[in-house]
T-cell receptor
């Protein structure tokens, strides 16, 4: 089984709808991240969380919110989706206690299309 | 501010050719980490390598090798005897300490197409 899973893998929705993307991990990592990938722009950080009670905004958090329900679960919500939020979304994890604490491991991605 | 430049947006090679993907980074931090990730057509991001700023030794893993040169702020990736399965988008990334966590800056990626 994959260490980092994301659901759904693909989603098409309409402008104004509320959408939740979910991420679960079995790696036992304490830190989790949400990124979006757009062609020509690489990956940009939306939110990150060091633990259940520690959530921080990344560089492009406007229009998004997150919830860290447990150490293993980190959800990303689009309160009112708009077309320019069409992108590939990645969840990632890292382990603060690891000698490679700076290394992030990514989920398979969720392709979101907002019509 | 940190920056990662992957000047080659797309590269095409014929199978069995060697290919080098360039990565140039900018940072004022003296401690940092560099990474390469592979994104095959299926879309997932696969971690390939991590290198810290104090270790300039080149690394080889099978057909993959990495050349880290602090003097030119480069961390290039070479695939020897390329195969069709190497076709993917490759991302270079830079990680620096920022407010208690490691801020990661990604390049825009280089799309490699290996032609049979």
């Amino acid at each position: 089984d994959a260490d980092v899973t994301q659901t759904p893998r693909n989603r098409i929705t309409k402008t104004g709808k509320r959408i939740m993307l979910e991420c679960s991990q079995t790696k036992g990592h304490d830190r989790m991240y949400w990124y979006r990938q757009d062609p020509g722009l690489g990956l940009r950080l939306i939110y990150y969380s060091f633990d259940v009670k520690d959530i921080n905004k990344g560089e492009i958090s406007d229009g998004y919110s997150v919830s860290r329900q447990a150490q293993a679960k980190f959800s990303l919500s689009l309160e009112s989706a708009i077309p320019n939020q069409t992108a590939l979304y990645f969840c990632a994890t890292s382990d603060r206690t690891s000698p490679k604490a700076d290394t992030q491991y990514f989920g398979p991605g969720t392709r979101l299309t907002v019509l | 501010a940190q920056k990662v430049t992957q000047a080659q947006t797309e590269i095409s090679v014929v199978e069995k050719e060697d290919v080098t993907l360039d990565c140039v980074y900018e940072t004022r931090d003296t401690t940092y980490y560099l990474f390469w990730y592979k994104q095959p057509p299926s879309g997932e991001l696969v971690f390939l390598i991590r290198r810290n700023s104090f270790d300039e030794q080149n690394e080889i893993s099978g057909r993959y090798s990495w050349n880290f040169q602090k003097s030119t702020s480069s961390f290039n990736f070479t695939i020897t005897a390329s195969q069709v399965v190497d076709s993917a988008v490759y991302f270079c990334a830079l990680s620096v300490p920022s407010g208690g966590y490691q801020k990661v800056t990604f390049g825009i990626g280089t799309k490699l197409q290996v032609i049979p």
